[in-house]
């Protein structure tokens, strides 16, 4: 199950809020977790794997370590049905080619295409719709002050 929360934002992104005129809802993804490399490789053992945890975790550390290094070298890497990891860069404009240098590149980040076995997770997905963090910290809050005037009451009568 994925969840999503409902946000509603600008049409016209970077407008300030007073100026903000037109708005719509959109959904935006709620994470109900999130799973560490070990326990990653864990889960990749229990699927009937003749390699035990350890085994995929070194492997997968190793993989992260020869990604690393050949995208530091410019080149794309494609893991089959994963998809393809390669760099795009921030970079300030300068005013001419002739001024334009490395300098200007201030980050540098990895972008992944997916594979054909990603490409279809809308079809598959099932999705349900969950409080944003705002309205669950406002229930939470709610919650709190219920339970501290049933307890102010208990003591009132106690």
Not at 117 to 122: E, G, I, K, V
Request: charged share 25%.
């Amino acid at each position: 199950m994925m969840n999503y929360s409902i946000a509603i934002r600008s049409t016209k992104p970077g407008l300030k809020k007073a100026n903000i005129t037109e708005t719509k809802a959109y959904a935006v993804a709620q994470a109900s977790g999130s799973i560490d490399m070990d326990e990653f490789a864990g889960h990749i053992a229990e699927h009937g794997s003749k390699y035990k945890r350890g085994d995929i975790y070194a492997i997968l550390a190793e993989a992260v370590d020869c990604m690393r290094e050949k995208l530091l070298e410019g080149q794309i890497v494609t893991l089959g049905e994963l998809g393809s990891f390669r760099c795009s860069y921030n970079c300030e404009g300068s005013a001419s080619a002739s001024t334009l240098s490395a300098d200007n590149i201030k980050a540098v980040k990895v972008i992944w295409t997916p594979g054909k076995h990603f490409r279809d997770l809308r079809e598959k997905a099932d999705f349900q719709c969950v409080p944003n963090r705002e309205a669950q910290a406002l229930a939470v809050a709610e919650a709190r002050a219920q339970e501290t005037l049933q307890s102010d009451d208990e003591n009132e009568l106690g």
